[in-house]
């Protein structure tokens, strides 16, 4: 990302550094004076990024990264999905799909190997047991006998991660990932945001959003029912899809992708709806225009750890400045 993407990097790490610590995760030590002379020409100091090396195919750490499982009892352990993506010439992306083990090493953590084609971006959580997803894991696993593969799927879904509600919504039609962080999100266990486009223009899609709300739509929380809010979806760029729902947290600061040519009473719409559904947060628009023609936004390239995994054996260790006296107990961080 930092090679092809500079600005999108530069502008992640100027919202987000003083809200949570950021690991950039570079495929070689000679990356690492590159990336730090671009920050430094951008005015952020060695105390914005810690960096880890870690051999990598792409940036979509958000696809084939660890997910990390923490039971009752405190133990911790990264589930590792299989990640067959094959690149555009046709080959497979083997050393993205060894990440999460190599995470498991560095961290001394066991992994759990899942009998899936597993992609991190088909799986949101309301943090509290309910796992949304759409069909993809479904038919990517099992061409036929889709009703046998939906059980299978909802087991290794309760036995892996715990979660005691599973919602499968359709996919987006010519959507090309497939993923539901390209259309739903949550901003708080009883708070989804689904993305919402003209019937007049996309109709299909407009059906399947919708019914994604419906189906969201009052399932039970700790915090009483689901509420759903719509947030528009922007027009498509020629072939390629934009999404205001592939935002990245960041303890405090939201950040959401922003497109070019898009009418800015349309960004607007979205940018409020977050600051109103999350008060006390601050919401910063990330131009992500370079991201799209790749398929992917600002969700997809990164990824969040919890703040219960420790950093060492990771990453490189962090100056120390100012910011670090003002990081609030609990927070998490972010690996890009």
Known sequence: MIRYHPKVFVDIVAAAHRSIPIVALLPGKADIAGASSLLRKHGLGPEAVRYAVMPMDSMWIRDYGPVFVRRADGS???????????????????????VPKLFGRSLGLPVITLPLDFDGGNLLTNGEGLCVTTGTVVTHNFRGGLQQGRKAVAETLRGTFGFRQWVLLKVLKDEPTGHVDMFVTFVARNIAVVGQCDPAVDPVNAGIMDEAAMLLTGVPTSRGPMRVYRIPVPPRSGEYWRSYNN??????????PTFQGVDPALQERALSLYARLMPGWKVVGIKADSLVPKMGLLHCVCLNLPSYVSLKGLATPRARSRTDAAQRPGTGTRLQ
């Open 76 to 98: 911790l352990s990264i589930a590792d999905g299989q990640y067959v993506y094959v690149d555009e010439a046709a080959k497979p992306r083997l050393r993205d799909d060894a």
């Open 247 to 256: 935002v990245v947290f960041a303890n405090g600061t939201l950040l959401m």
